[in-house]
Structure formats: structure tokens, C-alpha cells
């Protein structure tokens, strides 16, 4: 893929990442003469790494969070024109500095390398990357043209893998086979790379971002490199230098400069550093967050003001919460990420009139900002206003996938207007994304039962009763091993 092939394996997790594309290969080939996969299939291959994912890898679902990421990534893939892809965003929770994309449009960013970015232009430098790896189709021509490699010894690979646990017998299957995968991955990564490297700067600078932000976090990446575990896989010497893109990309900065490049640039989407805050808040060690929060507050830092808010909210420190991030909204009155989060803690503190004062504001501030109608839905719940909540709710449902919240609270408050049979739909859909089967299972039939007047929703239903069912059935055979 991309980053992936660049920094430490220590983990099963990290594995399992590491060989997605031979994952891919083994997967998705049909049985027939021709190695080409149509797009159909390429979206239903998508949908079952994503599934993978989710079971060995940790992410991230603070909304804030997501909807931002989400917010870059639809700037940037807006440059594609028309495409057959519903791009989705995620974040993994995991420190290291990585980022990768797998067929149908899906695009995970490491916490570890939204950490350290300086600004928005440099996150939509890696998310352009990753856009172009999809545009490109790199996947399926790697597939096509991996048809020497065994596709049994792949598929033993991955069930050592997926399998086989972090130690013994299915840990050294997969580690045995690792090398030859890569190798696999590394005969084509030059070129893909390239190419990417090339179509993201174009779809960078057409967003409107400056292009210099790609060179630079390229080249906080080539120095995180040298800091993470030194035992990388010799194998991994022959993938193209990072310093020789670096150079490549320099190259293309300064033909943008000479022909006159965008005049225009876009104003950024959000505060970035205050995004960033909220990251390393709610997810890295509260020990190390306290320590950076506390030297930004001595240094007047508004960012520091908010993370310490968020990482006391976190803490279950209403109070200090409140203090911090009413500091914070003084300091940045127009933001509505800090405003959304103030409106969070006078929720949790009972006061729902401030908070619905403080989430109007932010809409108007940023009428489309995402979290903010998810939480004002949440609060004009509790105030019994439930038609209004689900207005909310309906203007973000589409987020769902990254953010499944928003399934949830779909189903109750679809629940308490007697709509029954949608509620149990998304209560359904939020219990297949947290992978509980059972509930999944009860929710989905109670569903089909009622929901009969959408011949396209009875056959949406049916799908996804029939895969639930099926995925309790192994879960249920695993558990009796």
C-alpha cells in the first residue's frame, strides 16, 4: 500500500496490515481464466478487509475527531471529479506514524501520524495519497499481475495471521510467509508510489492546499523512521527511498511556483490544532497528554487550554472540564469544535438549556458541522423534543460507518416516535459495526417483521439478517472449540 510498508511490525495487529495486499490477492482473484475483478467485487473485497480491520486493529470514534478527518478527506476527493467511490474516512488509534487505503474507498490515518502534523493542509496531503491509490486502482493491477504467487500459500499465511494468535505455530506461519508478500508488494511500489505521489500533489494543490505541506510531512515522516523500532525486516531496504520522493516532490513545488500555480487557497475547515488537542485528550496516555497540556497553558496556548478540558472530561472531571472549556470558547468564540465540546459537558452536567444555547451557537457558526447536530440531537432528546432531534440525526446519517453513534440514536429516538421498524434497523446496523451478533440477529428480525412497504429495504434487510446470522453461527462454533 503506502506508509505500511515503512515502520515496525512488532504486533499481530501491525501484521495483519502489513500483508493487505497479499490479502487482497488471496481473496479476491476469481476462479475463472481472467485475474481482473470488477468494481462490484472490488467494493464487496473493501467491505471484508474492513470487517478484518475492525476485529484486530483498535479506532478511533470520537466524532469530532472523525467528521473532521472526514470533512479534509471530501474537500480533497471532491478534486477526483466523478468517481464510483463513496470515500470513507477512519482512524486507528495506534501510535505509530502510518497511513493505507484498501479497494472501495475506505482510508485509515494513524493517531501517531495526525499527532504529528502541524497543520490541516498536511493531513489532506496524506488523505490526497491515499485517494490517488484508490483513483489509480493500484490494488487491482497488483492482483492482476500477481498471479505467479501461490494463492494457497497466501491463504495459509492469513489463517496463521488471522488465526493463529501473536506467538507460536500461527505466528511463525505468518511471519514465515511475511517476506515472501512483501517482496510481492515491494516489485510494484515504486511505480504505484510515484504515481500516487503525482496525482495527490494534484489533487492537494486543486483543493486548494499549499503545496509545500506535502514535502513537509513527508519529511517528518523520514524522520520518524529513524525513531521507531531499528529491527525492520531486511527486505524492507529495496522499497523506494522516502529522501529520493521527498526530492520528487520538491521538484513539483517549484514547477507549481514557476507556471503561477492557485492563487486561491482555501481557508482551512476547521482548527486544526484544536482538532489535534482532542486526539491526543481522549486517546494517548492521560499522563503524557497532562504533561503537554500543562506546558501549552503556561505558554498561553488556546489548543492547550481546550485539551485539558477534554482530557479532564475524559477523566470524568465535570468541573475542571467546564472551566477549561469555557476559557477555551472565550478565547476561540468562533469555533464550533470548542463550542461542541462545552455543549457536551453541560449536557453531561444536567444544564440543557446552556447546552442547546451553546450548540445553536455553533451551528451558526458552522451550520453543517457534523458533531454538532449529533449532539444537539442528544440534548433536544433529553428536552422530549424528539421530531427535532431526529431532523439532526438525519443530516449526519450518512457518517454512520465511521461514527456509529449515530446508528444508535437513530434506533432510539426512531423508537420513542413509534417509528419500530426503522428503529430496529439501525439498532441492527450499530450492533453488526460493534460485532455483537446476537443483538444484531434480534434487532434485524424484529425489523424484517415490521418493515414490508420497501421492496429495496425487505432486500437490504435480508442481506444483512442472512450475513448476521451466519456470523453468530461461527461465533457461536468458535466459542464451543
Known amino acids: 500500500m503506502t506508509l505500511v510498508h515503512l515502520f515496525a511490525r512488532r504486533t499481530k ?4 496490515l502489513v500483508v493487505l495486499a497479499a490479502f487482497i490477492t488471496a481473496t479476491v482473484l476469481p476462479p475463472a481464466d481472467s485475474w481482473a475483478f470488477s468494481l462490484s467485487e472490488e467494493k464487496e473485497l473493501g467491505r471484508k478487509i474492513l470487517e478484518k480491520i475492525k476485529e484486530q486493529m483498535p479506532l478511533v470514534e470520537d466524532g469530532e475527531v472523525l467528521t473532521y478527518v472526514q470533512s479534509v478527506g471530501n474537500r480533497v476527493a471532491r478534486q ?31 493517531r501517531g501520524l495526525i499527532e504529528m502534523m502541524e497543520t ?17 486502482r493500484h490494488i487491482q493491477r497488483r492482483s492482476e499481475e500477481g498471479k505467479i504467487l501461490s494463492v494457497a500459500a497466501l491463504a495459509g499465511m492469513l489463517a496463521g495471521i488471522f488465526l493463529g494468535g501473536g506467538s507460536g505455530a500461527g505466528s511463525a506461519l505468518a511471519m514465515g510467509s511475511l517476506a515472501g508478500a512483501q517482496s510481492f508488494a515491494l516489485k510494484y511500489s515504486r511505480d504505484n508510489e510515484s504515481e500516487a505521489d503525482q496525482m495527490g500533489f494534484r489533487f492537494l494543490v486543486d483543493a486548494g492546499y499549499p503545496p509545500q505541506d506535502m514535502v513537509n510531512i513527508m519529511r517528518r515522516i523520514s524522520q520518524a523512521q529513524w525513531l521507531t523500532n531499528s529491527r525492520l525486516p531486511s527486505y524492507l531496504s529495496t522499497h523506494p527511498a522516502l529522501s529520493e520522493r521527498i526530492q520528487h516532490l520538491e521538484d513539483m513545488v517549484k514547477k507549481e511556483k514557476r507556471e503561477g500555480g492557485k492563487t486561491v487557497r482555501v481557508e482551512s475547515l476547521g482548527d486544526f490544532s484544536i482538532m489535534q488537542a482532542a486526539l491526543v485528550a481522549d486517546y494517548s496516555d492521560p499522563r503524557r497528554a497532562m504533561d503537554r497540556f500543562s506546558a501549552g497553558v503556561r505558554k498561553n496556548e488556546p489548543e492547550a487550554v481546550f485539551g485539558l478540558g477534554r482530557l479532564y472530561l475524559r ?6 472540564a467546564l472551566t477549561n472549556l469555557q476559557e477555551a470558547a472565550r478565547r476561540k468564540p468562533t469555533s464550533a469544535f470548542v463550542l461542541s465540546s462545552l455543549g457536551a459537558v453541560y449536557h453531561r452536567k444536567g444544564k440543557l438549556s446552556d447546552a442547546k444555547r451553546v450548540l445553536d451557537t455553533a451551528l451558526l457558526m458552522d451550520p453543517a458541522a457534523p458533531i454538532v447536530h449529533f449532539r444537539l440531537a442528544l440534548v433536544l432528546r433529553d428536552l422530549g423534543q ?9 443530516r449526519i446519517e450518512q457518517l454512520s460507518p465511521m461514527f456509529p453513534d449515530i446508528d444508535y440514536e437513530m434506533g432510539i429516538i426512531l423508537g420513542q416516535v413509534s417509528r419500530i421498524g426503522e428503529a430496529h434497523y ?46 453468530q453461527k461461527e461465533a457461536h462454533q468458535q466459542a464451543r472449540r
Request: proline fraction near 4%; aromatic fraction near 12%.
Open 426 to 471: 439501525y439498532l441492527g446496523r450499530y450492533y453488526e459495526y460493534k460485532q455483537d451478533w446476537r443483538l444484531a440477529v434480534v434487532h434485524y428480525r424484529k425489523a424484517r417483521a415490521v418493515l414490508r412497504d420497501s421492496p429495496q429495504k425487505t432486500a437490504e434487510l435480508d442481506r444483512s439478517l442472512k450475513e448476521a446470522e451466519k456470523r
Open 80 to 110: 477526483l471529479g466523478v468517481t464510483p467511490y463513496e470515500f470513507q474516512f477512519f482512524v486507528m488509534n495506534q501510535s505509530v506514524p502510518n497511513a493505507f487505503a484498501i479497494p472501495g474507498g475506505y482510508i485509515f490515518i494513524y
Open 386 to 394: 424528539t421530531e427535532e432531534a431526529l431532523k439532526h440525526l438525519q
Open 120 to 136: 490541516e493542509g498536511e493531513l489532506a496531503s496524506i488523505l490526497a495519497h491515499e485517494l490517488a491509490h484508490i483513483h489509480a
Open 315 to 320: 477523566q470524568g472531571n465535570l468541573d475542571g
Open 13 to 16: 495487529a501491525r501484521c495483519v
